[in-house]
């Protein structure tokens, strides 16, 4: 489920997106936050993120630490 709410992830939270290649696929891609790029508090499709590879997408799960 895509990460629709911009108060639900901040900068240095280890993810996965859905880069704009892998919108047909559905591959996702792991890194971690540098910059949140969505302006919008909501966005439908997934809140887009710069991971701190330099990689853009849209924020589709959050990376929870064991």
């Known amino acids: ?9 901040k900068p240095g939270l ?14 996702l891609t792991r890194g971690i936050v540098a910059e949140i790029l969505t302006n919008s508090s909501f966005h439908p499709h997934g809140i887009k993120v710069r991971l701190e590879d330099g990689r853009v997408g849209r924020g589709q799960n959050i990376i929870l630490k064991k």
């Not at 895509?2 to 992830?9: C, S, V």
């Not at 280890?14 to 591959?27: C, F, H, N």
């Open 1 to 9: 489920m895509p990460i629709q709410n911009r108060t639900d992830i």
């Open 14 to 27: 280890a993810v996965e997106i859905i880069l704009k290649a892998d919108q047909r696929t559905g591959s």
